[in-house]
């Protein structure tokens, strides 16, 4: 008998059993659509940060604590670095040393949280974000160093109902005032709120003191080299732009371990569903398979027909899982969007099959007991059951 003769049977001996069928495939169906909705979420995620940090954000950033020692934004580099690194800018052709304080602010409300980001006034949001333009209001300005004013993102302003002069108090003592909204388009810049360095630092009580520097090159492409020569002539940790993104891509695999692992919890329960129900049809049906081997199919047909039962059972959820995920990942982007304007979530050709490759895995060892079983049943005790 040929390949699409074993199919037709293997899927004439799951419809028989539509209920039973239908319940085990939803089985597989939630269990891989919970595999794909997170381990979308590590490629969304790792998407957005290629995207927003590839273009924007200085070539070079200066800080105490490295990326790899679990970089704090606590304001602790001096700022007097900043003369440092200056000095040695004929050396290493350097444009331009911006220092920069950042703090991240949260609340029980998602929509509450943003980071505050100030640099000297003088300077402007330009010199770490060349792309940002104010759509209403200015940009910060030199006369701005010591005054209480910000510049926010489109969508910190939509979350935060702000507009121009609108107060945003920083914490209970300190407050600044709306001089201009920017342009939507960057998901990074768009949730942030700017700001002079002076009134940052007033606010977090940390005068002369920075969360790191920002240094803009003449050539990029030296960035690796200069990082290099000021982390060696500094003591100071100085991590360029590819390096940012390696350790994100790490930490995101990191992450994509985790969920695979916490997914692979119900991948388990569905295997063990499906291994149920192959193993209860092989007991239904031990009649059929003895009236198989009497007419001359061998052994391993029979094992065939049970395996490829199960292999098409688990395609089945399979395909449904990655269809249901597609949805799951659709909300989860709706709320993202809403959120912080960034699609968190992101279903790739590789998570597709991946997906279906796991289900595929899943029906095969979920198969193979009962498989056997099926293979071995004497013909004379099978015929003899009722």
């Known amino acids: 008998m040929n390949l699409p003769d074993l199919w037709t049977l293997a899927w004439r001996g799951l419809i028989r059993r539509p209920v039973r069928t239908f319940?085990?495939?939803?089985?597989?169906?939630?269990?891989?659509?919970?595999m794909v909705v997170f381990l979308s979420l590590g490629e969304g995620i790792r998407k957005v940060f290629v995207e927003q940090m590839s273009g924007i954000g200085p070539d070079i950033q200066v800080s105490l604590t490295g990326l790899t020692q679990g970089m704090s934004l606590i304001p602790n580099v001096p700022q007097s670095l900043v003369g440092d690194i200056e000095k040695l800018g004929p050396e290493l052709g350097i444009e331009a040393v911006t220092p920069v304080?950042?703090?991240?602010r949260g609340g029980l409300d998602p929509k509450q949280g943003v980071v505050l980001y100030s640099m000297p006034a003088q300077s402007g949001i330009q010199a770490v974000f060349p792309s940002a333009k104010a759509a209403e209001g200015r940009d910060l300005q030199p006369a701005d160093a010591q005054q209480n004013v910000a510049v926010i993102g489109a969508k910190a302003a939509?979350?935060?109902?702000?507009?121009?002069?609108?107060?945003?108090n920083i914490n209970r003592r300190n407050s600044v005032h709306v001089v201009g909204i920017l342009q939507a388009g960057s998901g990074l810049v768009d949730n942030m709120v700017f700001?002079?360095?002076e009134v940052q630092q007033r606010a977090e009580g940390a005068p002369e003191r920075v969360s790191?520097?920002?240094?803009?090159?003449?050539?990029?492409?030296?960035?690796?080299a200069v990082a290099q020569v000021l982390s060696k002539k500094l003591n100071?940790?100085?991590?360029?732009?590819?390096?940012?993104?390696?350790?994100?891509?790490?930490?995101?695999?990191?992450?994509?371990?985790?969920?695979?692992?916490?997914s692979l919890i119900s991948l388990i329960v569905g295997g063990l569903a499906v291994a149920n129900t192959v193993m209860m049809g092989v007991f239904e049906r031990t009649r059929e398979f003895g009236t198989l081997r009497a007419l001359g199919a061998r052994p391993a047909f029979v094992r065939s027909l049970v395996l490829t039962e199960s292999l098409l059972l688990s395609l089945l959820g399979g395909?449904?899982?990655?269809?249901?995920?597609?949805l799951g990942i659709w909300a989860v982007n709706l709320?993202?969007?809403?959120?912080?304007?960034?699609?968190?979530?992101?279903?790739?050709?590789?998570?597709?099959?991946?997906?279906?490759?796991?289900?595929?895995?899943?029906g095969l060892l979920s198969g193979l007991l009962p498989a056997r079983n099926a293979s071995r049943l004497p013909i004379t005790e099978a015929l003899g059951r009722v």
């Open 158 to 168: 939509q979350n935060l109902h702000l507009g121009l002069g609108s107060k945003l």
């Open 335 to 362: 709320y993202t969007r809403n959120l912080a304007d960034i699609n968190a979530a992101a279903l790739t050709p590789r998570l597709v099959l991946l997906a279906l490759a796991i289900s595929l895995l899943l």
């Open 195 to 197: 700001m002079p360095l």
């Open 319 to 326: 395909v449904g899982g990655v269809l249901l995920g597609l």
């Open 23 to 34: 319940l085990t495939a939803l089985g597989i169906t939630v269990a891989v659509a919970s």
């Open 236 to 262: 100071v940790e100085a991590q360029t732009q590819g390096d940012i993104l390696s350790f994100m891509d790490k930490t995101m695999k990191i992450s994509d371990a985790v969920r695979f692992g916490i």
């Open 212 to 224: 790191l520097i920002a240094v803009k090159l003449k050539d990029p492409r030296n960035a690796k």
């Open 101 to 104: 304080m950042m703090t991240v």
